[in-house]
């Protein structure tokens, strides 16, 4: 196997992967649909591949499931259970599952057109069908108008559906999940933009940890621009009636999954009713995708996280905590962070956690595969601490695709500092405040198995 393989997280066994796509769970079979080409290790002809779980530590990848046609190539979308809600006779869905795509057609003259569809699968997604009467929600102007995520909205008794509008996401309502029609549109001034669209919208409910209180969370992918350079996922909490999203911050607040420069197209599972919100990201960036180093396939999915939302002193908050079923697949790691300490992983997938707090001043760094620099770094401060995560830059990749990294926030957080690092093959993620704050990031390593070292 080469060492650039993961072993808990999902990467296809030839080909490119992008934007996770399509999750759902039903009866007890996770299915993790993605961006896929298998004849290039570039962004191409999308394709949606699948593959499937039972724990969520072990994929297999299942047959290629939608393909590119004369209506365009099959871009990112969703997949909803029939049974969820009422569906018009003329999809044939039954006891099915809809699949929502971008259907994204290139013109001879240049530019594109990108359009909504529907295909149909069996309840085992063993065979998929496009349905003939495509498309089902034509683009009313937006030159990107990608990315429809559906959820049955059981207040008002309709589909909704949250698409891309440029640097907007635009809201519809369907009582059928054939007919749609515009109800709103969210984003205009609102958390954080970049020089391109808003994209992979996601939209679901939450109560607030320890009251009841139902919120919304509206998911929302940078293709540029994020915080930490590239692309990443930015989160809004608000309320949502079924026609309108109403944001609860000011908005100018910015809210982000994730402060590494590896975590976008962010997306939940659908049939996951009564139980913590769960996602899948893809761990790339758009900086740098099409050129990192490959073994016959390029690219890979973060571990699942789970979702609570809590309240802080900054306001309300999303915690996130990789599903169980993925952690325990991890071996452990033991360190002291007394004094400065070394241990050696039995192989390239383990899991450090540990405490650190110090005195006001004082420093802990963390490397990795037996490196001297650091992957992250923290100091104590009079009111909490200052987190930087580190990268160097990767021979393979050129200067102006901006691989390195420096990083730092700021976080008011008590003593210790609880810090949860999962590291797979190169692939790092670390939780940072009982799950406040994450960091994670592509390294590619020589040695993927290296010595791990805590220095304070």
């Known amino acids: 196997m080469s060492h650039l393989r993961p072993r808990h997280h999902f990467s296809p066994q030839v080909g490119w992967i992008n934007d996770p796509n ?8 996770y299915h993790l649909f993605y961006q896929a080409n298998r004849d290039t290790l570039v962004h191409g002809p999308m394709h949606w591949g699948h593959a499937t779980s039972t724990d969520l530590a072990n994929w297999t990848e299942q047959s290629t499931a939608l393909y590119p046609d004369e209506t365009g190539q099959c871009f990112s979308g969703s997949a909803v259970a029939a049974t969820e809600g009422r569906v018009a006779a003329a999809l044939g869905a039954d006891d099915g599952v809809l699949l929502f795509y971008t259907a994204h057609r290139n013109l001879p003259e240049g530019g594109y057109v990108e359009d909504q569809a529907i295909a149909v699968a069996d309840r085992g997604l063993t065979r998929f069908s496009k349905f003939s ?12 108008f990608r990315d429809p995520k559906v959820i049955w909205h059981a ?5 909704v559906m949250v698409v891309t509008h440029g640097q907007a996401i635009g809201i519809y309502s369907s009582p059928d999940a054939l007919n749609w029609m515009a109800e709103s549109e969210f984003g205009a001034g609102e958390g954080r933009h970049g020089p391109g669209p808003w994209e992979c919208p996601d939209l679901f409910p939450m109560q607030i940890d320890g009251t009841g ?12 621009g994020h915080i930490s350079g590239g692309s990443g996922t930015q989160y809004f909490v608000g309320d949502f009636d079924g ?17 590494g420069r590896d975590f976008y197209a962010t997306q939940s599972f659908s049939g996951m009713e009564d139980e913590d919100p769960l996602v899948i990201a893809w761990m790339s960036n758009w900086r740098y995708a099409n050129h990192t180093p490959q073994a016959g396939f390029r690219g890979s999915m973060t571990l699942p996280r789970r979702l609570k939302l809590s309240v ?20 452990r790691l033991d360190v002291t962070t007394t004094t400065s300490a070394m241990a050696s992983p039995a192989g390239p997938a383990y899991r450090l956690e540990f405490n650190w707090a110090g005195k006001v001043g004082d420093r802990m760094a963390l490397s990795l595969f037996g490196q001297s620099n ?8 009079d009111d909490g601490y200052a987190v930087t995560a580190l990268r160097e830059a990767q021979p393979s990749i050129a200067g102006e695709c901006d691989f390195a990294m420096s990083f730092a926030i700021s976080l008011t957080h008590g003593a210790p500092l609880d810090i949860d690092v999962f590291v797979d093959h190169g692939l790092v993620e670390i939780g940072l405040a009982n799950g406040l704050h994450w960091f994670s990031n592509l390294y ?11 220095n304070v």
């Open 374 to 381: 650091p992957v992250l770094s923290v100091q104590r401060t």
């Open 22 to 29: 399509g999750l759902i769970r039903i009866d007890g079979v």
């Open 133 to 144: 009467g495509n498309p089902v929600l034509p683009t009313p102007g937006p030159r990107d």
């Open 155 to 159: 207040r008002t008794s309709r589909w």
């Open 243 to 259: 026609h309108v999203f109403r944001n609860r911050n000011s908005i100018d607040t910015e809210l982000f999954m994730d402060w």
């Open 312 to 331: 802080t002193p900054q306001g309300l908050r999303l915690v996130q905590k990789v599903d169980p079923g993925a952690a325990v697949a991890f071996e």
């Open 444 to 454: 590619f390593p020589h040695d993927p198995a290296g010595r791990v070292q805590v």
């Open 213 to 224: 209180e139902t919120v919304w969370i509206l998911i929302v992918g940078l293709g540029n």
